[in-house]
Every structure is written in C-alpha cells, then in structure tokens.
Nanobody, 119 residues
C-alpha cells in the first residue's frame, strides 16, 4: 500500500490561493491514481479532484475552474493548486489512492491537512 502524506494547508483569505502537496512513499503511475478529498465539519468526506494520467483528470463541480491537480513524477508528489478559494472550501483535505474514475471512496486515509478560508 502506497503511503501518502499531505501538507500545505493553512489559513487563506477568500479569493486567495494555496497549494497542497501529497507526497508518496513510492513511484506513482496509472495503476495508482491519486485523488484529493475533503471533509468539512459536520459533513461527509467528498471527492475534490483526481488524476490517473495527464489526460485523465476529474474535478468536482464545486471546484472546477478554480482548483488544479497535477503530478510531479520525479518527486512522487501530487499537488492541488487552489485558486479563488471560498469560505465553503474550509475543510480537512486528504489525498488517497483510489480507482478511476474516483466513484468509490478509498479505504485508506492519511491524517490530512487543514485548510481554513477566512477573512
């Protein structure tokens, strides 16, 4: 099982930007697509973005056009660039390996990274 560690969370103002990182313990490829998920207080965990390759990328409708997922294979790291953040983006963000097209929720989770959007 690939181990993933999230980082990069913090406090950001509405309209601002933040980049989250998800570092893997081993090389990532199309057999281990990585997705980003989030869980707001009192809410269920939900899918945010995921990719299997440079041409197979999926976004939740709530973040499409604002968030961008990318992968640096040399660093075994998947990023989530968050732009034009909104108050409702406040949540703990998790990355996890999953099955394309990210319909089934993953079985294994890390500890996540907190993102707080506030003025």
């Amino acid at each position: 099982q690939v181990q993933l560690v999230e980082s990069g969370g913090g406090l950001v103002e509405p309209g601002g930007s933040l980049r989250l990182s998800c570092e893997a313990s081993e090389m990532l490829d199309e057999t281990s697509p990585v997705g980003w998920y989030r869980q707001a207080p009192g809410e269920q965990r939900e899918f945010v973005a995921g990719m299997r390759s440079k041409t197979e990328i999926k976004y939740a409708e709530s973040v499409r056009g604002r968030f961008t997922i990318s992968q640096d294979n040399a660093k075994n790291t998947v990023y989530l660039q968050m732009n034009m953040v909104k108050l409702e983006d406040t949540a703990v963000y998790f990355c996890a390996t999953a099955y394309w097209p990210f319909v089934v929720m993953p079985d294994y989770w890390g500890q996540g990274t907190q993102v707080t959007v506030s003025s």
